[in-house]
């Protein structure tokens, strides 16, 4: 069993920048793998980016390969989704998520079994 709570939502502007983070309790958090999705209101929730509870291993989705980065923050022990130029589109809820394994990264919702509560992200003119 894994918890997930993500801080760090809030209201900004557009183009500017904002850190989510993911703290993550249980056991052997080694041995999985983190995502970060989001959803807005009517759509469906999409991949973000993902990366191994070690630091290893990212990987981006092609709608925010050139504006978001995550990592591994070894002094908050958290995944941090590190999000730049924010748009008015990337206003959603944006959620983490976590999968037993590292040997490849998944990117549908489907693949990870444990989720947190989220945490809303609105972008503003």
């Known amino acids: 069993q894994v918890q997930l709570v993500e801080s760090g939502g809030g209201l900004v502007q557009a183009g500017d920048s904002l850190t989510l983070s993911c703290a993550a309790s249980?056991?052997?958090?080694?041995?999985?793998?983190v995502g970060w999705f989001r959803q807005a209101p009517g759509e469906e929730r999409a991949f973000l980016a993902a990366i191994t509870w070690t630091g290893a291993g990212e990987f981006f989705g092609d709608s925010v390969k050139d504006r978001f980065t995550i990592s591994k923050n070894g002094a908050s022990n958290t995944i941090d989704l590190q999000m730049s130029d924010l748009k008015l589109e990337d206003s959603a809820v944006y959620y983490c998520?976590?999968?037993?394994?590292?040997?490849?990264?998944?990117?549908?919702?489907?693949?990870?079994?444990?989720w947190g509560r989220g945490t809303q992200v609105t972008v503003s003119t």
């Open positions: 249980g056991r052997a958090l080694h041995t999985y793998t």
């Open positions: 998520a976590a999968r037993m394994g590292y040997s490849s990264i998944r990117t549908t919702q489907d693949d990870y079994t444990y």
